[in-house]
């Protein structure tokens, strides 16, 4: 039996606390986009790994971490120490990231092409041991970041017991999440580090793969202090049972708690909307930068203000939707039924996605393109809808599997927070592993993978456009990706929750009695 967890912090986070643990995790969420988006344009884009090489790497440990996933919420469940059982894991594991972060860029070129338009492959062993090391160093980073962030999202539902407090936490938690998006920046910033690789006489394909292997590691340090810093500020109120369970046992709870349940099929469903995060880098880079940021932004004549400009305009809709959203969700919950709105976003928010597709098309059939300042600002308009309702489900979820730990404790007697919040990580990793899957079969059918990606980039640099190149075939599949698949998925998300079985009534009246019984215990204790 562990030690007895002192309770004299009062019921409820501080406000040091709480800004504690929310820099904290915007430095998780800024590492977990490194590698989300960042690390798949590396592999694909710079590295050149074919594309359906990728997507099974990414798949198959997508699929371990989701079966992990459960494996870590068993084992935080069963933790006791002075400090929690959360409260560990986000002091001691965020250095362990940080080496595991940094380990996958540390790879070999698959393919390259020189400044002559020469083309060259790694020799048949290096292939194998490129895509191995691929593998493993993507997975073990899984298995590690796994550890850091199920206690960072439970510790959430033991650092409060007053209902109103955890939904703002969790509302904050999201907001501060999109903020990790600095992550998404890494694919950005790094070609800016090219130049001191080029002046050690590398070609440009080599110099820009170690201009990437520099910022990812400048990047990582920087949010591991902050990732740090959640572990050393939080403090757990609700006591815990000392009552553990099997493993099998945990499966178990999950599977038969109905609403749980129904979230978990739900965001399954919802996997092709994980396409966004894998393909937006290589839209945005390819066919609004044709992969030469510095080019695009930096002319001759000096900054390129209007281009600038509508990278914001371009950065506030595609982001700025999520962020407004996580805001003002948690407020509409209070007056809409958390059911009805969770559905509406998945069933109306499907709108804006197939709506991304048919501006791009009609654009592109007309002989246009979306880089107009009208079509800058449509797209990116259209957009912001759709990634309002992508952020409205992001904070619903997390707030829903928050209620659905309560609901199992008046049920059961049992507060598997580890458990079921291990629960959002699978959902979330499940679904990448089908996206992956996704994208890495559309890319190798119209050839946006390999040898060819290598002759594209040396063919971009001297002069084509990926707008028009073959046809605008490859910018017709990266808009596919980011509409159609996650329309149609928005849209199936919905069926398991239209009769969602818990409740905003029934969870108000489970969460009174739960606190009447722990007030109780604490006067007779």
Known sequence: MGKKIPRNYGTTYSRKELTGYLVGLAGQNIIYNIIGTGLTFYFQNVIFIPAIACSVIFAIARVWDAVNDPMMGTIVDKTRTKWGKCKPYLMF???????????????????????????????????IAIVAWAAVSYILWGMTYTIGDIPLWGVTSLMTEDQNDRAKILSLARICASFGAIGMAFTFIAPSFKGIFLERGMDDQHALRGAYILTAVILTVFSTILFEVTGLSVHERVEQSNESHTMKENFQTMWNCLPFRQLLISGVLRSPIQLLSLVAMPLVMYYFFNNDLQGTLVTENGLNIGMIIKVVILFIGVMGGMLVSSGVTPSLARKIEKKKLYNFYSIFGAIPFVLVFAVYYITHKAGGDLLSWPMTILISLVFFVASWAQGGLNVLQSVMIADCVDYEEYNNGIRPDGVFFSGQSFITKLASGIASLIYGGVSAIVGFSGDNLSILNAALIDGASFVTYEGGKFATALFFCVSIPPAIGMVLSAIPTLKYALTDKEHTRILDELNAKRNEKAIND
């Open 93 to 127: 594991i965020p250095p362990v990231i940080l080496v595991t972060t940094i380990i996958p860029f540390l790879n070999g070129m698959y393919a390259w092409t020189d400044a002559a338009g020469n083309t060259f492959t790694a020799s048949p062993g290096a292939k």
